[in-house]
C-alpha cells in the first residue's frame, strides 16, 4: 500500500519481496507481519476483503489471517477468489485454514464438538512422503510439537486434492497441503509465542516455499527512502514538518534533512498540550544536535480555545488535528514568503509527519473486520480540505525498526530510546474537559513519574510511561484536613511493536516513592492508582 503522496512506483512492496497478509480480523493479525519482518522479510496486511485486481504488486506469497468468525456464517467475509489465481504459495492460518477448505467445498467447515482453545501437541502425518510442500513447512520442527490452538470451527472433510499433514487430538486436519498446488493450511497460530517453533515455520514458509529474499532492513530502507522522497519532492520542492519531540517525528524530520537539506522545515506547534520543559528540549535536540532548521509556534490559547467545554475524545482529537493543519498551512505560506528570492524560494506543497503501521492499524478500519479502535491525529482526525500533502515516510515500519533506523542516521541513543508521546498531546491523558489548571496538574505528575523512572534505572526498560488525570474526585485527609481532590493514574507499559502490550511491575518501594510525591508536590491530588491493563483489551494511552 502506498502513503499518502508517496509515489507507487517506489512504494516498498515495488522494491522489496513482499509477502502479504490478508486480515480476517484476528487480534494476532499484525504478529503475523511482525515475525516476517524479524526475519527482514517485507510483509503488508491489507483486509480480507482486497480485490486482487485492484493490487499494487504482486506478492511472493498470501497468508490468510484467523478471525473471529465463522466461514458458514451468512455475515462472514471471505478472501477474493481471485487470489487463487496469482500463481503464488497460499497459507491459511486458523480461520484461513477453514477460508481455503470452504472456498473448495462449502460443506467443508463445521461446528466443532469441542472447542480448542490453549496449548495442543501437533503430530505429523506425511512429514517425508509424497507431499512435498509438508517437508518444507515443517523443515526442522520436531513432531510432537506444542501449538497454540484458538478455534471453535474445524474441518468436516478434507477438501478435494489436499492431504493431511498434521493433526492433533481434537483437530484431525490440523495441517493440510495441496498435492500440487503450494496451498497450506494449518489450524493453529504460528505467529504466537505460546507456538513452539512458529517463527521457524512461518520462515520455511516465506524463504523456502515463496523464496522471498531477506534483504528488508534499515539499512536498506534508508537509502531507498531517501531516493524516493528525492524523486517526489523534485529538486526545488520544499517539506513542512511536524515535530514533538517524540522519536517518530524525530527520526522522520532527520530522514528528510538527509534527503533534501535546508528544503525542510521542522516545525514545534506549541499547542499547550506538551510535556514539561518540551519547548526547550525539542529546539536543543533538532538545532543544536541535528542541524535542522526549527520554527517555533505558539498556539496554546488557540488550541485551548476550541477545546473548551470538549470532553468527548474523538472530538478532542479531531480539534487538535484540525488546528494543527491549519497552523501548518498559515505557517508554511509565511515561510515560503520569507524565502522569497532565496535559494529555497517556492511553494511548500508537503506536510511531513511521523505516522507509523500501528498507527495505520489501529485507526482504519478497512484494514479488514476488525473495528477501528481511536483515530489518530495524523491518521484519520484530518479536515478533507488540507491544503497540503502528506509524506509519511515511516508509514510501513513499527516502532523498533524506527529506532534501528534512528541509530542508523546518527540519531543520538537518549532520543531514539526516549518515551512515546501522542500527537494530541496531555489533551487524551486528561479524561474529561481540557483546562489549564488540568493540564497543569497532569503535566506536573507526569514529571514527576519519569523523573523517578529515570532515577530508578527503568526508563529503558519501559517502553511508554505517563501519569493521567481520571476525572474522579475522590476523599482524602491531607494537613489534618479532609479534602476532595483529583486522581492521578500511573500508566508504564512493555511492548516491542505497540500493537500488544504487558503492564510494568513496579517495586512497592517505587510505587510508595511516586506516590508520595506526587500527592505532597501536585496541589489538587490527594490519590494515586496505577493501571495494571493490557493491551488488549486496553489501549496504551486512555483515551
Same mark, same amino acid.
Given at each position: ?25 484476528? *487480534?494476532?493479525?499484525?504478529? $503475523? ?72 467445498? *462449502? *460443506? ?18 506425511? +512429514? ?18 506444542? =501449538? ?30 495441496? !498435492? ?73 524530520? +532527520? ?26 528540549? =525539542? ?72 505516522? #507509523? ?36 515516510? #515511516? ?12 541509530? !542508523?542516521?546518527? $540519531? ?26 488540568? $493540564? ?104
Amino acid at each position: 500500500m502506498a502513503a499518502n503522496g508517496i509515489g507507487e512506483k517506489e512504494a516498498p512492496h515495488k522494491l522489496f519481496d513482499t509477502l502479504l497478509v490478508l486480515d480476517f480480523g484476528s *487480534q494476532y493479525s499484525h504478529l $503475523i507481519i511482525r515475525r516476517l519482518r524479524d526475519l527482514n522479510i517485507y510483509s503488508e496486511l491489507l483486509p480480507c476483503t482486497q480485490r486482487i485486481a485492484d493490487l499494487a504488486f504482486r506478492p511472493k506469497g498470501v497468508i490468510l489471517s484467523g478471525g473471529p468468525y465463522s466461514v458458514y456464517d451468512s455475515n462472514a467475509p471471505h478472501v477474493d477468489p481471485a487470489v487463487f489465481d496469482l500463481d503464488v504459495p497460499i497459507l491459511g492460518v486458523c480461520y484461513g485454514l477453514q477460508e481455503i477448505a470452504w472456498q473448495h467445498d *462449502q *460443506q467443508n467447515v463445521l461446528a466443532g464438538e469441542k472447542k480448542e482453545y490453549g496449548h495442543a501437541q501437533l503430530t505429523f502425518e506425511q +512429514k517425508g512422503g509424497s507431499t512435498s510442500s509438508a517437508n518444507a513447512l515443517f523443515q526442522d520442527v520436531p513432531n510432537g510439537v506444542d =501449538v497454540w490452538m484458538s478455534h471453535g470451527d474445524k474441518l468436516s472433510h478434507l477438501p478435494e486434492s489436499f492431504s493431511t499433514i498434521a493433526r492433533t487430538s481434537n483437530a484431525p486436519f490440523a495441517g493440510i497441503a495441496h !498435492k500440487s498446488k503450494p496451498y497450506y493450511g494449518i489450524q493453529f497460530h504460528p505467529e504466537v509465542t505460546h507456538t513452539s517453533h512458529g517463527a521457524k515455520m512461518l520462515e520455511n514458509y516465506a524463504v523456502r516455499i515463496c523464496k522471498a529474499r531477506q534483504h528488508w532492513t534499515m539499512d536498506e530502507f534508508v537509502g531507498t527512502e531517501i531516493s524516493r522522497i528525492r524523486g517526489l519532492v523534485g529538486e526545488k520542492g520544499q517539506v513542512i514538518g511536524a515535530v514533538s519531540g517524540g522519536v517518530d517525528s524525530t527520526v522522520a524530520a +532527520k530522514l528528510m534533512h538527509e534527503a533534501i537539506g535546508d528544503r525542510f522545515h521542522a516545525v514545534l506547534v506549541n499547542n499547550g498540550l506538551l510535556r514539561h520543559n518540551e519547548v526547550e528540549t =525539542v529546539h536543543q535536540t533538532l538545532t543544536s544536535h541535528l542541524g535542522i532548521n526549527l520554527t517555533v509556534i505558539d498556539a496554546t490559547e488557540r488550541f485551548l480555545a476550541d477545546l473548551k467545554g470538549v470532553s468527548d475524545p474523538e472530538k478532542k482529537r479531531k480539534i487538535i488535528g484540525r488546528n494543527f493543519i491549519e497552523v501548518f498551512q498559515e505557517t508554511a505560506k509565511k515561510i515560503a514568503k520569507e524565502a522569497a528570492g532565496s535559494p529555497n524560494a517556492g511553494d511548500i506543497d508537503w506536510l511531513l509527519q511521523g505516522t #507509523l503501521y500501528p498507527d495505520i492499524i489501529e485507526s482504519i478500519a478497512f484494514r479488514g473486520p476488525s473495528q477501528t479502535i481511536k483515530t489518530h491525529h495524523n491518521v484519520g482526525g484530518l479536515p478533507a480540505a488540507m491544503h497540503l500533502k502528506l509524506i509519511e515516510p #515511516l508509514r510501513e515500519l513499527f516502532k523498533d525498526e524506527v529506532r534501528v533506523l534512528g541509530t !542508523k542516521l546518527g $540519531i543520538p541513543e537518549e532520543l531514539v530510546w526516549r518515551h512515546p508521546f501522542p500527537g494530541p498531546g496531555i489533551a487524551i491523558r486528561i479524561l474529561g474537559e481540557v483546562t489549564p489548571s488540568q $493540564i497543569e496538574i497532569a503535566r506536573h505528575a507526569d514529571r514527576i513519574f519519569i523523573e523517578e523512572i529515570i532515577a530508578a534505572g527503568l526508563y529503558r526498560e519501559i517502553s511508554q510511561a505517563y501519569a493521567a488525570l481520571i476525572n474522579v474526585k475522590v476523599v482524602g485527609v491531607m494537613g489534618d484536613k479532609r479534602v476532595h481532590e483529583q486522581a492521578i493514574a500511573l500508566r508504564a507499559v512493555e511492548t516491542t511493536d505497540f500493537m500488544t502490550a504487558e503492564w510494568y511491575y513496579f517495586e512497592r518501594a517505587f510505587l510508595k516513592k511516586v506516590s508520595s510525591r506526587i500527592v505532597n508536590e501536585v496541589s489538587g491530588v490527594c490519590r494515586v492508582f496505577q493501571d495494571i491493563t493490557s493491551k488488549p483489551p486496553g489501549t496504551i494511552e486512555m483515551e
